[in-house]
């Protein structure tokens, strides 16, 4: 029962809650135990029932960094079909509209794709999404038939590339900001081209610096953990206090970690003065620039925030 992050290779046809429950249910069968007994369980970021990919579920005391999950960028890869469309925008509901006309070209669908890189987008959140508004889930409302208004968020699309179009479907990959809803996008970008969209497909590919390649499907756990294993000796498991290793830095001593843990904010000062960079890392990760975490040697100490100009304690894990 080690802390620390699963990094998961979801399965089309069940939802990110179902890969929590199955990995409880293993945890069960193979540790004789009973599931108030279990570590807790936590997923970084929702990814609909019909997508595939990357899912982050964080274990015991690393629930605590859940949120730097879920505020990392997203990539993916997948497949527009344009001239059609359904009201979640997947293939999961009956086709709600038609419209024959389609884009002309690969290099049209291009050129507004990068476009969208270079500009604000403004997103109105779907009514079929686990976003609350006022306590309720909207795809509970959704369900009932009822549609309430709700506010646009600012999206950044970092990379909108069209790969291939052969009408009328076309290819993409994207990496995107925290909190995107890319069946949305999908709807959004066909509208510029006086016709219907939807997503055919969706594969999320890189949650921040993690990657979809060192992810272990359901079964691949399943086969481990019966063979005895437990995360620790999963390629796909990142201990604890690695989660934040590609993230700035500053090295504190043992009287620091002291003065950490009694909440003495006026240390940061000169600790902050010791900020590394992270060591070159794939998929382009950029580190927040408002997030700094403290280590005592190899040992994740606390994380650091920067608000209204001022550095504060955000969590200690001492």
């Not at 038939?145 to 999206?155: A, D, H, V």
Request: proline fraction near 4%; include cysteine.
């Amino acid at each position: 029962m080690t802390d620390g992050a699963l990094l998961i290779n979801k399965h089309a046809g069940i939802s990110s809650f179902d890969v929590i429950r199955i990995l409880q249910e293993e945890l069960i069968k193979q540790n004789n135990v009973k599931k108030r007994d279990l570590p807790k369980l936590g997923h970084c970021g929702t990814l609909d029932p019909f997508a595939t990919g990357l899912l982050a579920v964080c274990v015991g005391k690393a629930v605590k960094l859940a949120q730097y999950f879920l505020g990392a960028f997203k990539s993916y890869e997948g497949v527009i079909l344009f001239g059609k469309t359904t009201v979640p925008g997947d293939p999961t509901a009956p086709v709600s509209e038609t419209r024959e006309q389609l884009p002309e070209s690969l290099q049209e669908l291009q050129t507004m794709a990068l476009k969208w890189t270079k500009q604000a987008y403004m997103q109105t959140p779907p009514m079929h999404s686990a976003k609350k508004i006022n306590g309720q889930k909207l795809y509970e409302l959704a369900r009932k038939g009822i549609e309430i208004e709700r506010q646009p968020k600012l999206c950044q699309l970092y990379r909108f590339e069209i790969t291939e179009y052969d009408k009328p479907t076309a290819k993409f990959v994207l990496t995107c900001s925290s909190g995107t809803y890319i069946r949305t996008l999908a709807q959004d970008f066909a509208r510029f081209f006086d016709t219907v969209g939807m997503l055919e497909s969706l594969t999320r590919t890189a949650i921040g610096y993690f990657e979809l390649k060192n992810a272990y499907t359901a079964q691949q756990i399943r086969n481990a953990m019966s063979e005895g294993k437990s995360f620790k000796d999963f390629s796909c498991f990142i201990p604890f206090d690695e989660i934040l290793k590609n993230y700035d830095q500053a090295e504190v001593s043992t009287d620091e970690v002291k003065e950490i843990a009694q909440g003495n904010q006026k240390i940061l000062f000169q600790i902050l003065k010791r900020i590394t960079k992270p060591k070159e890392i794939s998929n382009s990760f950029s580190p927040p620039e408002n997030l700094i975490a403290l280590f005592h040697k190899t040992k994740l100490i606390a994380v650091v925030r920067q608000q209204d100009y001022k550095w504060l304690i955000e969590k200690v894990f001492v």
